[in-house]
């Protein structure tokens, strides 16, 4: 029986290819994120823990927002010496490293990276512990010279001698590249600049007597822990985090991996795509290649095999094609690693690829997901040959698995159907975004998993509309193509539903995107109303010169500034919400429309006041006038009364829950030393607003960090961002299309050799090669697009469900983007009509005689 | 191969013409020393408005002949003509445009395409072409085959002998210049095949069409007006206004005076091989030709 099973694995070569690369795809990209991440993991626990200080006394962090005040904290420096007068400390240095500035060059470029990482300053303090030393030059003297990092150096082309203008908090400077620090492990994606230790602090947090961590070394034979409990007994009060070198390295490998877990998880994200589609590609190949044996197997069965025998003999040939697809994902994955590890040299993150690491885990889950999925994907196909009675053997190939009646499929898909729909419906009444979100999801599963089991059954009525102008415009060509589709409506079924799937998905988030975007443009149309904005592209707040200079530019009317601010208010139902509120200045009214249920912008923004969204204050049980206990970062404490409620569609978005804001001096005063994040810009009167943004932009031309926006520009640049995520989908379908594809170019070439004969008979008869490739085509373009009705058709369901998720968080409009769907539709006839290239040909090819003459 | 080539006798002359004819038609298989003729320079015309047999043991050739004669097959040597064109030479596209518009084809099975129905069948290389059927004859076409109440149904609903009668009216719906069939009544029971070959007799006489019919069945045979044996690759003998017997005595005649005219070349064949082919000859012709007589004693 082995020997049969090795034989009939060797004879579908061919066809098992196909199912093998859905398998390949799918634990390539398994296996490639394991790499990489482990990779990444293994380099930062490296760099974190070889540079980390014994013991790291940093100020308390205790409120975390999405959306940066801008704000740094610091420790005051004398703390230092502190710290060195603890018993077991070998010395302490008070470290200088901000973040929240901007690097350009002499020409006003930017100097940092511009695809996220950080641009940091800090003080040139040589340890052994430095992630840098020096590789050319001198170190740092004084306030106008700096170090540069050798990666941005190299991508910036900047070198010793060159002067870059650094845009700090307190104030921009000029500076002279004096020497280049190279990384000793890994650069992890940021821009460094080393300022001399004795002018760091003045120049970037506007205070020399301050700094933002201190590190301490311990004495020999004193353990980092027992250092830190030291360390922590002296300075005695609860104001400062203190980390070991461990706990700084896990830390900051956890910051890091935010940004390496998207990647994760995009990475894992094409391989569930690649798993998802993959199974029905294999499902759908094995039970054509059973329907295909029919007769075999009844003969196999009727020489006296069991049903055992022969189910195991399909399992086998599946672990088989679970091996080598995963054997062969595995050395896709490494060379995917490989690939990923070079990407990120782009982003300037310097891996190396020398540095490696395929963990044990890597093969072993590359094997189950590869071997794993094949064998479940097998085992229906496995159990339908272990059916095939021994009559089968006299029966004819084709019959057999195209009658069974679609009953059982009719009533599973109904039910699974209906309950899907229902959670769907639920969803869309739902009030509360959790519940609505769970629904959707849940209802986003069933249907899905109802019109797989369903789509037999949709096929006859289906293909009938799309195909049926084929007769009119194709003559007979185009009516066999249609019925051919509709032929074996399981096998027609299945080849699309792969298609289906990945459609579906892009149905469902272009919908919701599209809605996202109109429901932007639309709040923004409505609130907006200053005539420009100046802000970051990423929403990251900006140093206050910038903030001078636009008020300074001649023309320039009216400024309001805008600041985040992190803070924790205690509601009187008990709730401590951690949320970020925004700061304004008084004349909001001016550049944006605010709707008051109570109050007004006056009562909103007056000092020790704050606003907040109507629907948020009646949920939690705060009235106009409540008086509420916020906590601030750094241990401020605050009492704000409640000025004015609002009407917002967005209150929950964005971790700016309760829709907060408040006057912008009292941000100032209990976050001192924000930066603005964006300001709301007016002409004065008699300034036309194209010669305004003329000058604003040539005041900011220094500034390149900011931009300056107008209405239409900041829709844009809304839509850009929303775009990113539709992209990523693009991607991701992508790849589910070309999985699909392989099943399409799977299911024809199967029934091009099934009809062998009526092929031979039709070119006997006058059909030519020609028509007969046409024929092919119009099949496979009357499949795929099947696949693509269903799958938007869901999308459809799914994106239009989303909204109403979406709406709940104030997006309340719903578009639907009928221009990418006909363009979905449109590709996927293409899609089909690729599919269809080889099979036709190898039908075109055929010899007319052997055709006719084949059993 | 050294036997003479048998010339066909002189035909009487035909009303119009031939509708087909090949000279020194010659074809091959393998190459050098393994070389098996299947039609060695084969001379034949076929008679335009005759219905004509070609009758021979399996091997003979028989099949190959009508491929070559239908534009199916190359030819290794020699020149083929269907009317006054020469399709040796034609290119495939050429070919298979002859076949479409000026051949109609019948096959032993799988004749029908089964996602059509019956008039989409009958109408398929009029349909393939872009062209309308003439609806007049398409009428008497379906009449003629008693198709009338069988048109919207597909080849599963259909018996075997209404499936050959759908081949045949497609053969015939294009009014083609020649019907090959080969071998239409292989799969059929006795009165059905009956039935097929009746239609094709009409076909000839009343439709006035040209059919060459390949077959093994003398009783079939019996229906044409003239059956041209072929025997390893030659046409060795052809008879006029055949009947089921006298076809059967020649068939038997022509194997005792084939075991006596061949060289020593085929007494060395394999003894059992000659014997198997012999069997199988005798199955082909008696069992059917039985079948025949019976069911026209019985009518």
């Avoid at chain 1, 100046?534 to 900006?542: E, K, L």
């Avoid at chain 1, 006057?663 to 300001?679: C, H």
Wanted: charged content about 20%; glycine content about 10%; hydrophobic content about 45%.
């Amino acid at each position: 029986m082995l020997k049969a099973t090795l034989r009939s694995f060797l004879a579908h070569k061919g066809r098992l290819a196909l199912s093998a690369l859905a398998v390949v795809l799918s634990v390539a990209f398994v296996a490639g994120s394991l790499i990489f991440s482990d990779t990444v993991a293994r380099t930062f626990d490296r760099l974190f823990a070889s540079t980390a200080a014994d013991v790291t006394v940093e100020p308390k962090d205790d409120l975390e927002s999405q959306l940066p005040s801008g704000a740094v904290r610091t420790v005051p420096a004398a703390l230092a010496a502190r710290v060195a007068s603890v018993e077991g400390v070998a010395s302490a240095h008070a470290d200088v490293s901000v973040d929240n500035i901007t690097v350009v060059d002499a020409r006003n470029r930017l100097v940092g990276s511009t695809t996220g990482g950080p641009t940091i300053a800090r003080d040139w303090h040589v340890t052994d512990r430095s992630p840098v030393r020096l590789s050319s030059g001198h170190a740092p003297h004084g306030p106008g010279e700096a170090l540069l990092d050798a990666d941005t150096a190299g991508r910036k082309h900047l070198g010793i001698g060159d002067t870059l203008t650094v845009l700090a908090q307190p104030g921009s400077f000029r500076v002279r590249i004096v020497g280049i620090a190279t990384f000793r492990t890994t650069n992890p994606g940021a821009a460094l600049v080393y300022l001399d230790s004795s002018v760091a602090a003045r120049k970037v947090l506007g205070a020399a007597e301050r700094a933002t961590s201190i590190s301490a070394t311990a004495e020999p034979g004193v353990t980092d822990t027992e250092l830190k409990h030291r360390i922590a007994a002296a300075l005695g009060d609860g104001d400062h985090v203190l980390k070991t070198a461990g706990e700084r390295a896990k830390s900051a490998a956890e910051q890091l991996g935010t940004f390496l877990d998207v990647i994760k998880y995009v990475m894992l994200g094409f391989a569930g795509i690649a798993v998802l589609v993959g199974v029905f590609l294999i499902v759908n190949t094995f039970a054509m290649l059973i329907a295909q044996r029919t007769r075999e197997l009844g003969l196999l069965r009727a020489l006296g095999a069991d049903r055992r025998q022969v189910r195991r003999s399909v399992l086998t040939e599946a672990v088989l094609l679970g091996v080598v697809g995963s054997t062969v994902g595995l050395a896709a994955g490494i060379g995917l690693a490989i690939g990923l590890i070079r990407l990120m040299s782009v982003f300037g993150m310097n891996l190396k690829t020398t540095e490696m690491v395929v963990g044990w885990g890597t093969p072993v889950t590359a094997y189950v997901v590869g071997v794993g999925v094949t064998f479940v994907a097998a085992y229906l196909p496995a159990r339908r040959a272990a059916a095939v009675s021994p009559m089968a053997a006299l029966q004819d190939a084709e019959i057999a698995g195209v009658g069974r009646p679609l009953r059982t499929r009719a009533v599973v898909g109904g039910v699974v159907g209906a309950v899907g729909a229902a959670a769907l419906a639920g969803c869309a009444v739902a009030t509360r975004t959790a519940s609505a979100a769970s629904l959707l999801g849940l209802g986003v599963v069933l249907t899905l998993i109802a019109t797989v089991i369903a789509g037999p059954l949709l096929v006859r009525p289906v293909i009938r509309v799309l195909g049926a102008a084929f007769p009119a415009l194709f003559g007979s060509v185009g009516r066999m193509s249609q019925r051919n589709a509709l032929r074996n409506p399981r096998r027609t079924g299945a080849t699309a539903a792969a298609l289906m799937v990945g459609l579906a998905l892009v149905g469902g988030m272009s919908v919701a995107s599209a809605s996202m975007s109109e429901s932007f443009d639309q709040q923004i149309d409505r609130t907006l109303g200053a005539d420009f904005v100046v802000q970051n592209a990423n929403f990251v707040p900006f140093s206050q010169e910038i903030t001078d200079r636009v008020r300074g530019t001649d023309g320039v009317g009216l400024v309001v500034r805008q600041r985040f601010a992190p803070l924790a208010v205690r509601l009187p139902d008990g709730e401590r919400l951690e949320t970020t509120a925004t700061g304004y200045d008084p004349r909001l009214d001016e550049v944006a429309h605010v709707t008051y249920t109570a109050g007004d912008s006056a009562a909103a923004l007056a000092a020790g006041h704050l606003a907040m969204d109507a629907g948020f204050a009646r949920d939690h049980g705060v009235r106009p006038g409540s008086v509420l206990p916020v906590e601030f970062p750094g241990g401020r404490t605050a009492r704000l009364t409640v000025g004015a409620l609002t009407d917002q569609d967005q209150a929950e978005g964005f971790g700016t829950r309760g829709g907060m804001f408040l006057g912008l001096a009292t941000v100032e005063k209990y976050i001192p030393g924000g930066q603005d994040s964006a300001l709301y810009v007016n002409a004065a009167p008699g300034t036309g607003a194209d010669p305004l943004r003329a000058r604003l932009e040539r005041t900011l031309e220094p500034y390149p960090q900011v931009q300056v926006r107008n209405l239409a520009d900041y829709k844009e640049l809304v839509h850009d961002q929303i775009a990113v995520l539709l992209y990523l989908v693009y991607a991701l379908l992508g790849l589910a299309i070309v999985i699909a594809v392989l099943g399409v170019v799977n299911t024809l070439a199967l029934s091009v050799v099934e009809r062998t004969r009526e092929i031979g008979l039709l070119r006997a008869i006058g059909l030519a090669r020609r028509q007969l490739r046409r024929m092919i085509r119009l099949e496979s373009v009357v499949i795929a697009v099947f696949g693509a009705v269903l799958g938007l058709a869901l999308g459809l369901v799914w994106g239009v469900c989303t909204q109403q998720v979406l709406a709940l968080q104030g997006m309340k409009a719903l578009a639907v983007p009928w221009g990418t769907i006909v363009a979905v539709v449109i590709g996927s006839a293409v899609v089909g009509v690729a599919a269809a290239l080889l099979p036709a040909l190898r039908a075109s090819r055929m010899n007319v005689l052997a055709a006719i003459a084949h059993e | 191969m050294s036997s003479p080539a048998v010339r066909p006798a002189p035909v009487p002359p035909p009303a119009d013409g031939t509708a087909a004819r090949a000279r020194g038609l010659t074809k091959a298989y393998g190459q050098g020393e393994t070389t098996v003729l299947a039609l060695d320079a084969v001379d034949v015309d076929i008679a335009r408005g005759r219905f004509t047999a070609v009758m021979g043991p399996s091997g003979s050739g028989k099949s190959t002949l009508m491929h070559c004669l239908a534009g199916l097959d190359s030819v290794s040597a020699g020149r083929v003509w269907l009317g006054d064109t020469e399709i040796t030479g034609l290119r495939e596209r050429e070919l298979t445009r002859l076949r479409r518009d000026r051949i109609g084809f019948m096959f032993q099975s799988f004749n029908l395409i089964p996602t059509l129905n019956a008039l989409e069948n009958i109408t398929l290389p009029m349909d393939i072409a872009g062209r309308k059927p003439d609806p007049a004859w398409l009428e008497q076409v379906i009449d003629t085959l008693g198709l009338r109440d069988r048109l919207t149904h597909r080849p599963a609903q259909l018996s075997g002998g209404q499936q050959q009668r759908v081949a045949c009216a497609r053969a015939l719906a294009s009014r083609p210049e020649l019907i090959f069939a080969d071998e239409p009544t292989g799969n059929l029971d006795s009165r059905a095949g009956l039935e097929v070959l009746g239609f094709l007799r009409e076909a000839v006489d009343d439709l006035g069409q040209t059919v060459v019919m390949v077959t093994h069945d003398p009783g079939a045979a019996a229906h044409s007006d003239l059956v041209l044996f072929l025997a390893d690759g030659r046409i060795v003998d052809e008879m006029p206004r055949p009947t089921a017997e006298a076809v059967l005595e020649r068939m038997k005649r022509f194997d005792v005076v084939r075991g006596q005219v061949d060289d020593a070349q085929i007494r060395e064949d394999d003894a059992q091989i000659r014997e198997d082919d012999l069997r199988s000859r005798e199955d082909g012709a008696r069992g059917p030709a039985d079948g025949v007589r019976g069911q026209v004693a019985e009518d």
